[in-house]
């Protein structure tokens, strides 16, 4: 993998990664450069044309050499992993590499932008050492301070922390008219500890929301809406397929009815694809089974003030990232086990897909059976309440669709970085 490049920095002894600096292209020299189509959801374009502007950036990957595919996910420390897989096209369809950059926690967006140019970069070489360009290219080593190191392993580092990450976040809105207002604060905390053999999650958070609004002189309607939550997991790996795990939680909801609740139970998840895969595929089965314990601000439509109940879980879910573009799909099911008939039923997706050359596709769809509300409360609740979405109300069955085209055509190229009159930076930005 990558052998050009890594043949020459053994033979100089040199374990920093390489930085390519061709000389400038002429514009009558386009056609010899390389050709590529950056497929990232969250990359800074502008900044990548802009460090390695020796490539032609395609708006169509079938006009390209080379589709860069990058995914990504987050890191037990807090950090994010991008995962760069060069898929060849045309000339190079018989080639296909990949490169993984780990970024830290505490990098900034641009520490964490000029590794994954780095990276692309490094990765883009021995693909444009097989074109026309490659006799004016040059290999320039990096200072020591400037290398970017492997990712350590868990074994590989000694953490007084001992691999565990703590987060807190505040905050709080305000805003008033004449005749209404409204304000609100959250407070959230989490700790999680990951490692190749085990993910320990835990999370608490609470939100308050209070609006008030003068209906006329005389009459002024006052909402407050209160909900805490807090969940905890526990996974150990098993192997590249099987993962076992305890997951529990806690909730109180003003607007569910539910003074305090807790549940918990032991899980097992099984996935078809190796969970090394998991940045491009994954086929998973989620099975659990626990208890549910419920207090009630109002008795419930079942006459229940409070109750105990038994209940299991089913996951499916199936999602991939391909050159072609990206889909996913899930299946719940859920039961309570006092009375088998009070279930629920989900079934959802999304599918981005490139059918042809500037014409993409965009579904999105969910749609659930509902018959598992054991908190509605049995008294109706008020037009007021209804409008200001102050109580849940019962329901058989929710569903929700998107769907859209886009269609783009012009000029292939895309090389070109222009940052003047950016949106939301003053002016009629509307």
Known sequence: ??????????????????????????????????KVFLDCFRCDFDFIRTEIPWVDYMRDRQDADVHVL?????TGAGGQQYTLDFIGLDAFADRSDTLVYTSDREDTDDTRRRGLARTLALGLVPYVANTPLAARMQVVMAENGDSVAP????????DPWNFWVFTVRTGGEFQSESRQEEEGANLEFSA????????????????YNQSRYDIDSVT???SIRRSFELNLLAVKSVNQHMSLGV??????????NVARAFDGGPAVEFNVFPYSESTRRTLTALYSVGVHYAKYDEITIFDQTAETRPLHSLRVGYSTRQPWG?????????????????????????????????????????????????????????????LLR?????????????????????SSFNNVVNPRFRRGFGGHGF
């Open 1 to 34: 993998m990558i052998r050009g490049v890594l043949c020459a920095v053994m033979l100089v002894g040199i374990t920093a990664f390489p930085a390519v600096r061709p000389a400038a292209a002429q514009d009558g020299e386009r056609s010899e450069r390389l």
């Open 70 to 74: 990058v995914t990504q996910q987050g």
């Open 151 to 158: 990712a350590p392993t868990t074994a590989d580092v000694n």
């Open 192 to 207: 999680n500890r990951t490692t190749e053999a085990w993910k320990l999650d835990f999370n608490i958070q609470g939100d």
């Open 220 to 222: 002024t309607i006052t």
């Open 247 to 256: 997951d529990g939680g806690a909730e109180s909801s003003t607007y569910g």
């Open 326 to 386: 990206s889909a996913s799909a899930t299946v719940n099911f859920s039961q309570y086990l006092h009375d088998t008939r009070k279930n629920r039923v989900s079934v959802g997706g999304n599918m981005n897909v490139r059918l042809f050359r500037g014409f993409s596709l965009d579904v999105r769809a969910d749609y659930s059976k509902v018959k598992d509300q054991l908190s509605i409360a049995k008294e109706d609740a008020s037009t007021e309440e209804i």
């Open 390 to 410: 102050l109580k849940q109300l019962q329901t058989n069955y929710r569903y929700n669709m998107n769907v859209g085209i886009s269609y783009r055509f012009g």
